[in-house]
């Protein structure tokens, strides 16, 4: 296997695009890409993977590939990978695998995400097809609700109350507040939080993401060749993905996410790196219960306290783990089967000191990771600075 | 590396008697098409008597009643109905416990 690096990385506005169909997000993250780095590159990548989780759901829209590369790529081989909301995430590691194969010289990843053109109970239902049908969808169950019974749970066993997860989404939207590309710039005022209104008690307005359209893609080369290209290419030290059971019921011990460890685990022995070399963790914060969770599964907390990396501001952008660095999916926007683009791109900027306002000094080694579901997938990826 | 093992996808297999206590609940504000009518409604897990935790909502308790612990036993009930014209799903929800424990 060859070694795989990231030499080019777009992105556009998360939010409300009522005026723009997968197409045209598509193309607007391509024509980025093409000021980024150039045509040439772009057109000679020789293929292009492509995330996203509700195309046929809610855009009614199958065939990804064919819509985007068709016309705007010249034709190239072009597919969805579907993870569910880690999508994203799981096309980037295609992508990686396509190139470290040798399969292909270069390759890009795309996320895109239409979401906003359905509304009400129709939404909510096409927002379940990541669920179990049979155990879980079948019953009434959302993913919010899902949510909110692991939250429960959590301040049931751990002693800890709603205020133990404030801090996540304060820290989301500082952040997010000067991130041109958030979809959500306001701070959240400490206070505010335990006023927010319910959505599947105890999961807030405040502690689920909002989902929002948006599309963002990467141009992966083989790392020998990126430097002839780019000056700082950024280097894909580890992917690895787990799989997790689809239903919370048929998990042992609901409240360890056991696909989150295994593949955090295999992505630091593949890179060589210890958890006090990670500069920032971009990770799957839909819920402030999962960032909690994760910090858990993925070592840097013990069981019950992940939600104290929070409180003792650990993850601030100066903190010893920033996590959400341009505002994670609750301030960023959750733009789905795109938001492993997202995290990747926002990482990629970080590597390459060109994170403005929102900089982690001194990063050199990133970790991203997406989830599927509650964790039933996680694609982890760890990228360096060169 | 720890060998692979399958796990018992335990709704499928498992033999319960149907009673267990609630092992984290929920209301579900904004409902998925089919069950509108349906809502606010509680959700919960709960965990059999016999190990196994499965997803069901809740019936016949307020909201305000349900407790983690609390014990519930299985119900017959329809779930929802696939629009006008379309099947009715029949399933099980979980009920306080009315026979003495």
């Known amino acids: ?386 | 590396m720890e060998p692979r093992r399958q796990v018992e996808i335990q709704s499928e297999r498992i033999a319960s008697a149907g009673v267990g206590e609630i092992y984290s609940y929920t209301v579900v504000q904004e409902a998925p098409e089919g069950f509108e009518d349906q809502a606010p409604y509680i959700i919960a897990l709960v965990k059999l008597d016999e190990g196994a935790l499965i997803s069901a909502q809740l019936t016949d308790i307020d909201a305000n009643a349900v407790r983690i612990g609390q014990r519930v036993e299985m119900v017959t009930r329809k779930l929802t109905t696939e629009g006008k014209r379309g099947v009715i799903v029949y399933g099980y929800k979980f009920r306080p416990l009315l026979k003495g424990d």
């Open chain 1, 1 to 386: 296997m060859r070694q795989v690096a990231i030499i080019g990385a777009a992105q556009i506005p998360v939010g409300e695009h009522w005026e723009q169909g997968l197409r045209d997000l598509a193309s607007d993250a391509i024509e980025r890409l093409r000021d980024e780095v150039g045509s040439m590159l772009v057109d000679q990548a020789e293929a292009i993977y492509i995330g996203n989780t509700y195309g046929a759901s809610i855009s009614s829209q199958a065939q990804l590939g064919a819509l985007i590369a068709g016309s705007l790529l010249g034709g190239v081989e072009a597919f969805t990978i579907e993870a569910g909301e880690a999508s994203g995430a799981a096309a980037l590691r295609m992508g990686y695998l396509a190139v470290a194969s040798g399969a292909v010289e270069s390759a890009l990843v795309m996320g895109v995400e239409k979401s906003t053109d359905m509304i009400g109970t129709a939404r909510t239902r096409a927002r379940a097809v990541t669920l179990d049908a049979d155990y879980e969808s079948v019953h009434g169950l959302t993913l919010t609700a899902s949510a909110a019974l692991l939250m429960r749970r959590y301040m049931y066993e751990f002693n800890a109350d709603l205020g133990a997860f404030e801090n996540f989404s304060i820290n989301a939207h500082l952040n997010g507040s000067t991130n041109p590309n958030a979809m959500f710039r306001n701070k959240i005022k400490p206070g505010a939080f335990a006023k927010a209104p319910m959505v599947a008690d105890p999961v807030s307005l405040f502690d689920s993401a909002p989902d929002g359209d948006g599309a963002a893609v990467l141009l992966l080369i083989s790392a020998e060749r990126a430097g002839d290209w780019v000056a700082q290419p950024v280097q894909i030290a580890a992917s690895a993905a787990a799989t997790d059971t689809l239903a919370l019921q048929d998990r042992a011990d609901p409240l360890h996410l056991r696909a989150v460890q295994v593949s955090f685990e295999r992505a630091l022995a593949q890179a060589g790196v210890e958890r006090d070399q990670i500069d920032l963790f971009e990770l799957h914060d839909a819920f402030t219960i999962l960032a909690a969770l994760t910090l858990e599964a993925a070592g840097f907390a013990e069981r019950g306290q992940g939600w104290t990396l929070a409180r003792d501001h650990a993850i601030a952008r100066t903190g010893s783990l920033p996590i959400s660095t341009f505002g994670g999916l609750k301030a960023r926007g959750n733009p789905v089967g795109a938001a492993g683009i997202y995290q990747a791109v926002e990482a990629v900027m970080q590597l390459q000191g060109r994170a403005g306002e929102n900089q982690v000094e001194g990063a050199r080694v990133a970790a991203i990771q997406s989830l599927g579901g509650l964790g039933s997938t996680a694609v982890t990826h760890i990228l360096t600075a060169s």
